[in-house]
């Protein structure tokens, strides 16, 4: 054994990095700090504490055991909250069931992660119906809502969520384990073909909220998060774990709202009420309350936002400074567990102008992150804000790999480092912008949209010759879909009759409901590169321009 290894004395305690820890001092230092969920219920975290151990009891009673896989389908609230903690603390694995997924894409990713257990909304049992008998893994539910009504459905349930936890001892003895056991797992549709799982220890968590309260509570004034904060999720809690935020919140003890299904007068109402000072989102979100009669209504000085996903637009972030916002950019994917880079203002007397630039880079990267910009050959390209290349990363909180995918696992890691796919340059202050992006893949409002699928499927209507289904940038939803079809000589085809064909499809619940907004272009050829492949970035520039 070499010498300067740690000697360690027989009874020392080695701490392992747990989601169970980051519950040590909010729970000990404010007992009675609230976390709210909605208009509908309000608990201190000494219940929620509680709740947690009494959610693990009844979890346990079901049948649930270490390595195990609990989903969970429901609205951002204080349940998802109690499963966040709960389920990996019992050394199970939380699937965090994207809903907003076509039905056959949510079959998929239950199937593919060998769902046990489902806790289930009782919105969603609808779309459970649809697919109960083709569901194999699953071997019972516990069914959340809101009311008291029994709900119509054919499922059977172990029981309902809050009758379950109120017969559940408030005491429960987490145990210790390794903390690269995995603590969760989700699927991502923002890389071509099906749905891919991506997966996160109790170490790599514990590290992405302990570099997340530093990177974001050490910044002098802007966007700084800190203790007397109130804070509240408008990314949903399926998706990268609400970037996080959530496990960053209970760690720091702030007061949480969780507002359960998203419209704009619930999120604004909620932020007027309960003085929500932080929130996060995609830009289409902002977009729906900026459209909104109450947000002109409400005092909004007091409220930061992060926004990722999507580039801020100066235009948006300048609107929402005009009313008072902390408005700034972060950036992450959900393959990194978030979060990589936060667009923070550091410095003072700054032009407007100035600080607009800042806030909508996409960033500088937080603690423990090596992010670096690199062309084909890895090397890395000049810091001076010009010269672009694909941004690769190592920090500790990465995907190790796709869920049972090898081959696109090993195209995700090539060189030591986790290919994002998105291409950006940097400047002599370490300050990343995103320019564009290699994956070939749409974001309509936050969510993604494989375009090779909806070519594949256009590909096959009699009279399409080609087809390459490309992006446009577009103020309310971020990006929408334009296909560019060049047509048989043979057959007549319009537009209408295609997007009639891709409808079929949407209702069947075979592709995304996003696919609506779909328009279609009649061209001569479709530009391809010099290797032959379709030249989309050139597509793009030429039909942007056009305002198609
Ligand atoms: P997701 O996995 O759905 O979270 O999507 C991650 C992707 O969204 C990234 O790889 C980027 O392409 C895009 N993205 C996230 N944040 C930003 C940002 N601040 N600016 C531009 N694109 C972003």
Redesign the pocket.
């Known amino acids: 054994m070499p010498d300067n290894l740690i000697q360690r004395t027989a009874s020392a305690y080695t701490y392992p990095l747990l989601i169970k820890n980051l519950l040590q001092s909010p729970v000990v230092n404010d007992p009675q700090q609230e976390i709210i969920y909605r208009n509908q219920a309000r608990f201190t975290y000494a219940e929620f504490k509680q709740r947690v151990c009494r959610l693990a009891n009844t979890l346990t009673e079901i049948g649930v055991k270490a390595g195990d896989t609990v989903a969970v389908m429901d609205w951002d609230s204080h349940r998802y909250l109690e499963c966040f903690y709960a389920i990996p603390m019992l050394g199970a694995v939380l699937h965090t069931v994207n809903i907003r997924l076509s039905t056959e894409q949510i079959l998929y990713t239950i199937d593919h992660a060998e769902d046990d257990y489902i806790l289930v909304n009782e919105e969603f049992l609808p779309l459970l119906e649809q697919i109960k008998g083709r569901i194999d893994t699953v071997k019972d539910y516990i069914l959340l809502q809101d009311g008291q009504q029994q709900p119509e459905t054919t499922l059977t349930f172990a029981g309902e969520y809050e009758a379950l936890l109120a017969e559940s001892d408030d005491h429960y003895n987490f145990p210790d384990f390794d903390e690269n056991t995995r603590a969760t797992t989700f699927y ?3 890389t071509t073909g099906m749905p891919k799982g991506v997966y996160f220890s109790h170490r790599q968590l514990v590290l992405h909220t302990l570099a997340g309260i530093a990177a974001l509570g050490t910044v002098v004034v802007h966007g700084r998060l800190h203790q007397q904060d109130t804070y509240m999720p408008m990314t949903p809690m399926f ?2 774990h609400a ?1 996080g935020l959530p496990y960053i919140a209970t760690a720091l003890g702030l007061k949480q709202v969780y507002p359960g299904k998203y419209t704009p007068e619930v999120l604004l109402k909620l932020i007027d009420k309960e003085k929500v000072t932080f929130s996060h989102c ?1 830009p289409t979100i902002l977009h729906l309350l900026m459209s909104h009669p109450l947000f002109n209504e409400i005092d909004l000085s007091n409220w930061k936002v992060l ?6 637009s100066k235009a948006m972030c300048k609107a929402a400074m005009q009313k008072g916002v902390d408005i700034y ?8 567990c ?1 979060v990589l ?1 936060l ?1 923070h203002i550091t410095e003072s007397d700054l032009t407007e102008e100035e600080e607009l630039e800042i806030r909508c880079k ?2 500088r990267p937080m603690p423990l992150v090596e992010l670096k910009i690199v062309d084909e050959q890895m090397a890395e390209v000049p810091a001076d804000g010009e010269s672009v290349g694909e ?1 690769v990363v190592r920090t500790p909180w990465l995907t190790q790999g796709y869920l049972k995918d090898q081959r696109n696992s090993e195209s995700l890691w090539r060189g030591g480092y986790l290919h ?3 291409v950006a340059h940097k400047d002599k202050y370490n300050y990343v912008k ?1 320019t564009d ?1 290699i ?1 070939d ?1 749409i ?1 309509i409002g ?3 949209v494989s375009s090779l699928e909806i070519e594949d499927l256009l590909a096959t209507y009699q009279g399409v010759g080609e087809v390459a289904v490309i992006s446009l940038p577009d103020q309310k939803w971020g990006e929408k879909p334009l296909a560019l079809v060049v047509k048989r000589p043979e057959v007549e085809i319009n537009e209408k009759e295609l997007l009639q064909h891709v409808r079929g499809f949407i209702d069947k619940g075979i592709i995304s409901k996003q696919l609506i907004l779909l328009k279609v272009k009649f061209v001569e050829t479709i530009d391809k590169t010099s290797v032959g492949k379709i030249n989309k970035r050139l597509l793009r520039e030429m039909h942007t321009d056009s305002k198609s």
Request: glycine share 22%; no cysteine; net charge neutral.
């Open positions: 991502t549709t923002g998706h990268v970037w995609v926004i990722g996903g999507a580039a801020l950019t972060g950036y992450g994917m959900s393959e990194t978030p880079t667009a996409t960033g941004i994002t796919g998105d995103i992006r994956k893949v974001k936050g969510e993604w």
